[in-house]
């Protein structure tokens, strides 16, 4: 059976896609007007990369997929070092400590700036030392999940899992980076 070809229509893009859009910017920068705007970026970006649209995702796939790097581009520009993409980790899942962290939020240093670039450099590196000790299926679907912020069904086609399989995998991460981290990092 051939695979039907998927085109793009752009001028109908903002009437199936922009709330959908929105609603996945807003809820990774906090901010609607920084959302609204990359949303505009991804539409200008698809309409300008629209040759190089291939039909092997949906038009909507391919939108949020060029929303996904707007966003960690956003991030880049504004964390002091090239590079640095959003973190966000859940640390504990209970309790008075339940939350998350993201790295551009740690909490700021009241003195020396140069001590807080230091301060998340070690931050980061241990973050990357406790992730790279995880086995390697926990840390390939832990960077694809939370990091990279690949859909749960991309994931699962792409390492054959299934998606019960996929949260207990990240739980078992998340559980294995909190403890990493704790002996590393907030016990010294």
């Known amino acids: 059976m051939p695979q039907t070809e998927v085109t793009l229509t752009p001028d109908?893009?903002?009437?199936?896609?922009?709330?959908?859009?929105?609603?996945y910017a807003v809820v990774r920068v906090n901010n609607s007007d920084l959302a609204k705007d990359l949303v505009q970026e991804t539409f200008f970006a698809g309409l300008k990369s629209a040759k190089n649209f291939q039909g092997k995702s949906t038009e909507r796939t391919w939108l949020v997929s060029i929303l996904k790097r707007k966003v960690?581009?956003?991030?880049?520009?504004?964390?002091?070092?090239?590079?640095?993409?959003e973190v966000r980790m859940n640390f504990y899942s209970d309790?008075?400590?339940?939350?998350s962290w993201l790295?551009?939020?740690?909490?700021?240093?009241?003195?020396?700036?140069?001590?807080k670039t230091i301060e998340n450099e070690e931050l980061r590196s241990q973050i990357d030392v406790c992730i790279d000790n995880l086995p390697d299926k926990y840390g390939m679907?832990?960077?694809?999940?939370?990091?990279?912020e690949f859909e749960t069904e991309e994931i699962c086609k792409e390492l054959d899992i299934s998606a019960s399989n996929l949260w207990v995998i990240i739980?078992?991460?998340?559980?294995?980076?909190?403890?990493?981290?704790?002996?590393?990092?907030?016990?010294?």
């Open 103 to 115: 790295e551009e939020r740690v909490p700021q240093s009241w003195d020396n700036a140069s001590e």
């Open 171 to 188: 739980h078992r991460a998340r559980t294995q980076l909190r403890k990493c981290m704790e002996d590393n990092w907030f016990n010294n």
């Open 141 to 148: 679907v832990f960077r694809m999940k939370t990091i990279q």
């Open 12 to 23: 109908k893009w903002i009437d199936n896609y922009a709330d959908y859009l929105f609603n």
């Open 95 to 99: 309790g008075e400590n339940e939350g």
């Open 72 to 85: 960690i581009d956003h991030y880049r520009k504004i964390n002091s070092k090239k590079g640095q993409a």
